[in-house]
Structure formats: structure tokens, C-alpha cells
């Protein structure tokens, strides 16, 4: 058994390569999946599953060990022959009616870290009541993990599949008549070959940065923020490139660069993007958002009479929703996205070419589309902070919000508190202040939105204050 037990979060278990993510521990969940799968999917475990990696540090080599514990247990597995992004993991589970997959991969994280994902038959991200399952046989003593073999594993290249979904539900034809120059930003990760792939022939220029395997990743996070996207964003403004997209390191969250050279926030875009599906495609439904994610999302869709669904963070519940109802579009601050009929998992690549299509088609910039939406509905401005705080004081803030949380802050009076994920004030008009405690770290997330920058200066001042007064 592994020195320490093996804890699932939201998006999976993740720890530092060797440290805490080890050889050990992956054998071990692997044969968990294995019992699960056995259990609780007997409808489509003899179709298998298929296991995928990211560019990070051993990840073809972790999910190997994976592929041998669960051929050992008798389970078919499609191996992909090369690092691969999460949103073309989700769709082979789908089209191929798999009983699940695995995926090696820490997503945005830094490269020290590595991590197991788990998706059942849906293709979605697994949710709590499926990881708790899981990391409780894991962590049983009584788990019996057999020796790896080769047997029942398949080498699969998933790629082509999922171009051909792509090209269905892009406009293409509408980007290769605008003419935009692209700047592309792949940070090293799986989204290599494909989104710069997909953009071939459709732009009149398309600039690649990093489009090559580092573990490293250039010395920090793939993540696609806009501290990480000063490279493409030089690049926009050297080679006056129209728009910049950029993926992480697992292709399944996004990044936008204006022409400006300014970063566009998830927050920005997922709004815009509904309106725009909604006009272009007709489709009808509702939006979905997390609790953590902008009501620049709600305005507009009063505007344009469209239902909002609220849930905790976490994508793995936009996909339950998704699977239930007919939905446009549903997204998050932290870059998720997915949209009506695709993938209950968020994709990277399809959110970075829904927004050059949207650009291509309206023919301005992101910069001009706000500010039309702006003046319809509003301003809205949103902040994000992680504050320190130790396990005492911790426990202290979590007892006070749980028996008095405050009824204002500063001058700004609590109208109506939400509990449906964290603790969230709404203050009135446009602004609210959300916080969210960390289950694994030392950390209180704290998230705001104001109609003003000065406002949500203040506001996330405020919060800062209240969590520290512990």
C-alpha cells in the first residue's frame, strides 16, 4: 500500500511526481478502477476504456502502468499512441461506448506535478459520489492489484475522429472569408497538431509558439493566463496579428488575446459566446454557470430570454446538467467551456475557434463586442485572490461563516447569501463577493465582481480583510 492515502479533488488526484504521484499509487487507483468498473458499468465494461497522457514529466510511462493493471484485470484498453488533449479522451469514450477512461495529466498545473483523472461512460468528469467510491477501494487494505500485462491493450490514435467533430461545428467558411492572422500559443501541451492543425487554410496567417513537447513547459504553468501568454501576446503586437488563442497544457481550457495585445477573460467570453451560438445557430436552451463564474452571464441572458442554471464549481456538474437538458453553452471562470451537443467536458480547442469564428463573423474585436454588450446590460468587472491562511485559523473562519457569516461589508450591505458551493454575498446591482475554502491547501479562494474597477478594488480589499481578522 502507498505511504500515504490517496486523496480524489475536484478534477482527480494530483500531487508532486515521485513525492506524492507515484508508480505505487497509479498501480493502485488503476486496480480501484478496475473493481469499480466491474461493479458499477457491467453494461459497457467489455468495451473497454482508454487511457491518454499529457506532455508532463513520465506521463506516457504512468499511463502504461495504468494500461497493464487494468488489462491484468481483464478490462480491453485503448492506449493512445501519443500525448492527447482530455476533450478527445471524452469524445472516444462517448462514440466508442467505452466504460470510462483515464487520463495522466495535471492539467494547468506546475511541472513538478502530475495527476490521474477519471471520466465514466458519459465522458464527462467524474462525479463526487463516483470519485469517493473510488478512492475508498483504493485506499482498502484488503485491494488486491495484479501484475501488469499486455494482453488486452490496444494502441489507438484518436486524432482524425475528433478533427472531423471539430470541422462540423466550426464555421470555417466564415473564417477563411474574413482573413484574420492568428497568433497560436500551444504552451508545450497536447494541443499540438491540433488546433494549430485546424486553423491550416482558414487563416491568412497563423503564428505557432511552442508547439513542441518540454516537461518543463518553458519553466512554469501551461496554463493559459495572461501572465503565461506575454509570448503570444508580443507576438500580436510585432507581426500585428488579428486575435491570439491558446490552450493549456491538457487542450481542455483556453485563452484569448485581442487584437490590442489585451488578455480576454472567461469571464468575457463565455457571455459573448452565448449570445452569438444563440443568433448564429438558433439554438434554444439554457446557459450554464458556476457559482463562481460572472452575472455579466445572467444579464445577457435576460436580454436575450434565456434560463440560467447556477451550480458548485466544478465542471463534472455543468455535464450533469448538460446530459439532462437542452443546454447553449456552459462555462467557467477558470476557462471550461462546452456547448449543445458536443462533449460533457470542457474543450480548449473548440472554445479557442468558436471565438475566431465569432470575431470573423461580427468583424470587429472582442474589444468592440463588449462594449456593445456593455451598453446594453451594464459593466462588469470581476477579481479572483488566494489568501493564505493557516489550519486554526482556518477552522475559525470556516465556524463563523457557518454560525454568523456577515451580514455587510464595509458600506456594502448582504442582500441574499448563497451556500451552494462556498459562501456567496451578493451586495447588490452588479456586485457580490464569494468565498470558497481550499479542502486540500492552506488557502481561501476569493472571488468578486463589481461595475467598476475602483468598486471591485474595494470589495476584494474587504474580503481580504474578513478572511485575515482570523
Given at each position: 500500500?502507498?505511504?500515504?492515502?490517496?486523496?480524489?479533488?475536484?478534477?482527480?488526484?494530483?500531487?508532486?511526481?515521485?513525492d506524492d504521484f507515484t508508480f505505487e499509487g497509479v498501480r493502485r487507483v488503476a486496480g480501484a478502477i478496475a473493481l469499480y468498473l466491474k461493479e458499477k458499468e457491467r453494461s459497457t465494461v467489455k468495451n473497454g476504456v482508454i487511457i491518454g497522457y499529457d506532455t508532463r514529466f513520465l506521463s506516457e510511462k504512468f499511463a502504461a502502468a495504468a494500461a497493464g493493471i487494468l488489462s491484468a484485470s481483464g478490462v480491453k484498453v485503448y492506449l493512445t499512441g501519443r500525448d492527447t488533449p482530455t476533450p478527445v479522451l471524452s469524445y472516444e469514450i462517448i462514440k466508442r461506448k467505452l466504460a470510462g477512461g483515464i487520463n495522466i495529466t495535471a492539467s494547468h498545473n506546475p511541472p513538478e506535478y502530475n495527476g490521474l483523472k477519471f471520466s465514466p461512460s458519459s465522458g464527462g468528469p467524474a462525479l463526487p459520489e463516483t470519485t469517493k467510491l473510488i478512492e475508498q477501494y483504493t485506499n482498502d487494505a484488503l485491494l488486491v492489484v495484479p501484475s501488469e500485462d499486455n494482453k488486452n491493450i490496444v494502441s489507438l490514435e484518436p486524432r482524425q475522429p475528433y478533427l472531423k467533430l471539430i470541422k462540423d461545428k466550426i464555421d470555417f467558411k466564415t473564417i477563411k472569408k474574413a482573413k484574420l492572422k492568428t497568433g497560436v500559443d500551444l504552451l508545450y501541451g497536447t494541443g499540438r497538431e491540433y488546433l494549430d492543425v485546424l486553423l491550416a487554410g482558414s487563416c491568412a496567417k497563423v503564428s505557432v509558439l511552442h508547439n513542441y513537447r518540454d516537461v518543463n513547459f518553458g519553466g512554469g504553468s501551461p496554463e493559459p493566463s495572461e501572465e503565461r501568454l506575454a509570448?503570444?501576446?508580443?507576438?500580436?503586437?510585432?507581426?500585428?496579428?488579428?486575435?491570439?488563442?491558446?490552450?493549456?497544457?491538457?487542450?481542455?481550457?483556453?485563452?484569448?488575446?485581442?487584437?490590442?495585445?489585451?488578455?480576454?477573460?472567461?469571464?468575457?467570453?463565455?457571455?459573448?459566446?452565448?449570445?452569438?451560438?444563440?443568433?448564429?445557430?438558433?439554438?434554444?436552451?439554457?446557459?450554464?454557470?458556476?457559482?463562481?463564474?460572472?452575472?455579466?452571464?445572467?444579464?445577457?441572458?435576460?436580454?436575450?430570454?434565456?434560463?440560467?442554471?447556477?451550480?458548485?464549481?466544478?465542471?463534472?456538474?455543468?455535464?450533469?446538467?448538460?446530459?439532462?437538458?437542452?443546454?447553449?453553452?456552459?462555462?467557467?471562470?477558470?476557462?471550461?467551456?462546452?456547448?449543445?451537443?458536443?462533449?460533457?467536458?470542457?474543450?480548449?480547442?473548440?472554445?479557442?475557434?468558436?471565438?475566431?469564428?465569432?470575431?470573423?463573423?461580427?468583424?470587429?474585436?472582442?474589444?468592440?463586442?463588449?462594449?456593445?454588450?456593455?451598453?446594453?446590460?451594464?459593466?462588469?468587472?470581476?477579481?479572483?485572490?488566494?489568501?493564505?491562511?493557516?489550519?486554526?485559523k482556518k477552522e475559525k473562519l470556516i465556524e463563523a461563516l457557518k454560525k454568523k457569516p456577515p451580514e455587510k461589508f464595509g458600506s456594502y450591505q448582504v442582500e441574499k447569501l448563497i451556500t451552494l458551493d462556498g459562501y456567496k454575498f451578493l451586495l447588490g446591482g452588479n456586485t457580490w463577493l464569494m468565498i470558497r475554502l481550499s479542502g486540500t491547501e492552506p488557502l481561501v479562494r476569493l472571488y468578486a465582481e463589481a461595475d467598476s474597477d475602483r468598486h471591485l478594488n474595494e470589495i476584494v480589499k474587504l474580503g481580504e480583510k474578513y478572511i485575515l481578522s482570523f
Amino acid at each position: 500500500m502507498t505511504e500515504a492515502k490517496i486523496k480524489f479533488g475536484t478534477s482527480g488526484w494530483r500531487g508532486i511526481i515521485s513525492d506524492d504521484f507515484t508508480f505505487e499509487g497509479v498501480r493502485r487507483v488503476a486496480g480501484a478502477i478496475a473493481l469499480y468498473l466491474k461493479e458499477k458499468e457491467r453494461s459497457t465494461v467489455k468495451n473497454g476504456v482508454i487511457i491518454g497522457y499529457d506532455t508532463r514529466f513520465l506521463s506516457e510511462k504512468f499511463a502504461a502502468a495504468a494500461a497493464g493493471i487494468l488489462s491484468a484485470s481483464g478490462v480491453k484498453v485503448y492506449l493512445t499512441g501519443r500525448d492527447t488533449p482530455t476533450p478527445v479522451l471524452s469524445y472516444e469514450i462517448i462514440k466508442r461506448k467505452l466504460a470510462g477512461g483515464i487520463n495522466i495529466t495535471a492539467s494547468h498545473n506546475p511541472p513538478e506535478y502530475n495527476g490521474l483523472k477519471f471520466s465514466p461512460s458519459s465522458g464527462g468528469p467524474a462525479l463526487p459520489e463516483t470519485t469517493k467510491l473510488i478512492e475508498q477501494y483504493t485506499n482498502d487494505a484488503l485491494l488486491v492489484v495484479p501484475s501488469e500485462d499486455n494482453k488486452n491493450i490496444v494502441s489507438l490514435e484518436p486524432r482524425q475522429p475528433y478533427l472531423k467533430l471539430i470541422k462540423d461545428k466550426i464555421d470555417f467558411k466564415t473564417i477563411k472569408k474574413a482573413k484574420l492572422k492568428t497568433g497560436v500559443d500551444l504552451l508545450y501541451g497536447t494541443g499540438r497538431e491540433y488546433l494549430d492543425v485546424l486553423l491550416a487554410g482558414s487563416c491568412a496567417k497563423v503564428s505557432v509558439l511552442h508547439n513542441y513537447r518540454d516537461v518543463n513547459f518553458g519553466g512554469g504553468s501551461p496554463e493559459p493566463s495572461e501572465e503565461r501568454l506575454a509570448g503570444l501576446r508580443t507576438a500580436i503586437r510585432k507581426e500585428k496579428l488579428d486575435i491570439g488563442l491558446a490552450t493549456d497544457g491538457d487542450a481542455d481550457r483556453y485563452g484569448i488575446i485581442d487584437r490590442n495585445g489585451a488578455f480576454v477573460t472567461p469571464n468575457e467570453i463565455l457571455p459573448l459566446l452565448m449570445v452569438y451560438l444563440k443568433k448564429s445557430r438558433g439554438w434554444k436552451g439554457c446557459v450554464v454557470r458556476t457559482v463562481a463564474t460572472t452575472h455579466f452571464v445572467d444579464a445577457l441572458a435576460k436580454k436575450y430570454s434565456i434560463e440560467v442554471r447556477e451550480t458548485p464549481v466544478g465542471f463534472k456538474y455543468i455535464g450533469e446538467i448538460m446530459m439532462k437538458e437542452p443546454m447553449i453553452i456552459g462555462g467557467e471562470e477558470s476557462g471550461g467551456l462546452t456547448i449543445y451537443k458536443h462533449i460533457p467536458e470542457k474543450d480548449g480547442i473548440l472554445a479557442c475557434l468558436l471565438v475566431l469564428e465569432m470575431v470573423a463573423a461580427e468583424k470587429k474585436t472582442i474589444r468592440e463586442i463588449l462594449n456593445k454588450f456593455y451598453g446594453e446590460v451594464g459593466y462588469f468587472t470581476t477579481g479572483k485572490r488566494n489568501v493564505i491562511l493557516t489550519g486554526a485559523k482556518k477552522e475559525k473562519l470556516i465556524e463563523a461563516l457557518k454560525k454568523k457569516p456577515p451580514e455587510k461589508f464595509g458600506s456594502y450591505q448582504v442582500e441574499k447569501l448563497i451556500t451552494l458551493d462556498g459562501y456567496k454575498f451578493l451586495l447588490g446591482g452588479n456586485t457580490w463577493l464569494m468565498i470558497r475554502l481550499s479542502g486540500t491547501e492552506p488557502l481561501v479562494r476569493l472571488y468578486a465582481e463589481a461595475d467598476s474597477d475602483r468598486h471591485l478594488n474595494e470589495i476584494v480589499k474587504l474580503g481580504e480583510k474578513y478572511i485575515l481578522s482570523f
